[in-house]
């Protein structure tokens, strides 16, 4: 392998990194990751962590998992690539599709939109939603709502429902009648409510709000994250999306849960709808579907949102819209292999339980660190700890800082992720209970650094 100093020199010299400034790599050169075994990564300088990331937020059976590899290889061999646009399909996708439904029964979805990632997973269901209304007679109906502090992935649909505006200011103009209400966000919020329940009838009186000013005939679909995650790391109160599910279907707006990072198990249930008790009418799905060993995903559809496609003889219900890799078999292989060992190590349970470790541990570590103004999470194995220099005025943390902890945590033993001002853990769902001390005293160790 080349040494370090020559990588990072090419890296700057060749690779536009998502999420960064081009001039950045220069300056702050990033870790080149060259292996991995169990949930621990290793460095091209021979560093070994735990990565308290999960690649990103995908890979929550860590990165030894067999069955998964051996189903890529085996599918590789079979057949490599077969499209599944109209007038062909592979067996592969059709097994996929049925364990699903299974999968998915519970959430009340039957059909599955195959796609190659979160953002086009987003993308699909934003369309679909159109088209069903569409279909039923009421074109009028394209606007979308979503949440501030929401995100759903970088395409130019997904971007207009995004919620901040880091990731859309400079792509703007956007998508037009995107509309975005306050986020069930305790910390901050412009009700300057601190109490989660009437944080969430609040945020749900605004929803309301935001209906009757657009007109609900005018809107298509309100998409949310059960638990926000890029955002920081946001779990609405328990009442929240259920009261969503209820003013969207007395409205006849689609509900479309983005469950990218939530779906399969992370939440410390199958899904994150299930943890909340609702049904929505499409879920996006991505990243976990395949332990991030083959970029794919899934957008789920609600058996009444299926009818409405299948029963026109109209002809709107043509699908224009698909990917060369919708259905692409080594996904689909890689997907299949993944649901098996994703129910064989019932990984929500352990994904509670560690989560509830790691939470416990941000809250301990507060009590240490004045620069931790916000502990989040305990929704399984999603967790954030939001700085800020100074508690009372809650004035958020310097980049400086903030990335001092990141690399002397880095130093002492995990790998954590930063945006903004939050420090945020999405381990592998597999985690076990000494792995989840290392990074919290990894943590530890960055904060001492700086404190
Ligand atoms: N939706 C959510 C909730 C996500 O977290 C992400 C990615 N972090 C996306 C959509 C976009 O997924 P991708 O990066 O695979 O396009």
Redesign the pocket.
């Known amino acids: 392998m080349k040494d370090s100093n020559f990588l990072k020199e090419m890296n700057a010299r060749s690779v536009w990194h998502p999420m960064a400034h081009p001039a950045d790599c220069q300056a702050n050169p990033p870790t080149i990751v060259t292996g991995a075994q169990g949930v621990r990564i290793t460095d091209v300088d021979g560093h070994e962590v735990v990565d308290g990331v999960g690649g990103?937020?995908n890979v929550n059976l860590g990165f030894s998992c067999q069955p998964i590899k051996d189903a890529i290889t085996a599918q590789l061999d079979r057949l490599p690539y077969y499209s599944i646009f109209r007038g062909t399909t592979n067996d592969a996708v059709i097994q996929l599709a049925e364990e699903l439904r299974d999968f998915f029964e519970p959430d009340g979805l039957s059909r599955a939109f195959f796609t190659s990632?979160?953002?086009?997973s987003?993308e699909t269901s934003l369309r679909l939603a159109r088209q069903y209304h569409k279909i039923r007679g009421e074109a009028g109906r394209v606007k979308f709502l979503s949440l501030k502090k929401g995100?759903?992935?970088?395409h130019f649909g997904?971007a207009s429902v995004n919620g901040n505006a880091n990731f859309r200011t400079a792509y703007e103009p956007l998508l037009a009648g995107c509309h975005h209400i306050p986020a069930p966000y305790t910390y901050r919020n412009p009700f300057n409510e601190t109490d989660p329940e009437r944080l969430a009838q609040l945020c749900l009186s605004a929803l309301e709000d935001e209906i009757a000013f657009q007109g609900a005939n005018t809107i298509a679909a309100f998409i949310m994250?059960p638990v926000l995650?890029?955002g920081g790391v946001i779990p609405p109160h328990e009442s929240f999306m259920p009261g969503v599910r209820d003013i969207c279907s007395r409205h006849g707006i689609l509900l479309i849960a983005?469950e990218?990072?939530t779906a399969f198990g992370r939440t410390g249930s199958w899904s994150g709808s299930r943890h909340w008790g609702v049904q929505p009418d499409m879920m996006?799905t991505?990243?976990a579907i395949t332990n991030g060993y083959f970029p794919f995903?899934a957008v789920m559809i609600a058996e009444q949102v299926a009818q409405v496609f299948e029963s026109d003889e109209t002809g709107r219900a043509a699908i224009g819209h698909g990917y060369t890799y919708s259905g692409h078999p080594v996904g689909a292989a890689a997907a299949i292999a993944c649901l098996a060992e994703t129910i064989r190590l019932d990984v929500p349970t352990n994904a509670a339980a560690r989560g509830a470790q790691l939470h416990d541990g941000f809250k301990s570590l507060m009590e240490k660190y004045d620069l931790i103004g916000d502990v989040r999470g305990g929704e399984g194995m999603m967790t954030a700890m939001e700085l800020v220099s100074d508690r009372s005025s809650k004035t958020p943390i310097d980049k400086a800082t903030i990335g001092k902890i990141q690399e002397e945590t880095y130093r002492a033993g995990a790998m954590v992720r930063v945006s903004g001002p939050n420090i945020i853990l999405s381990p592998p769902l597999i985690l076990s209970e000494d792995e989840a001390s290392i990074i919290l005293s990894a943590l530890d160790a960055g904060f001492a650094s700086v404190s």
């Open positions: 990103l937020w990632g979160g953002s086009d987003v995100y759903h992935g970088t997904g994250e995650g890029a983005d990218v990072i996006c991505a990243k995903g």
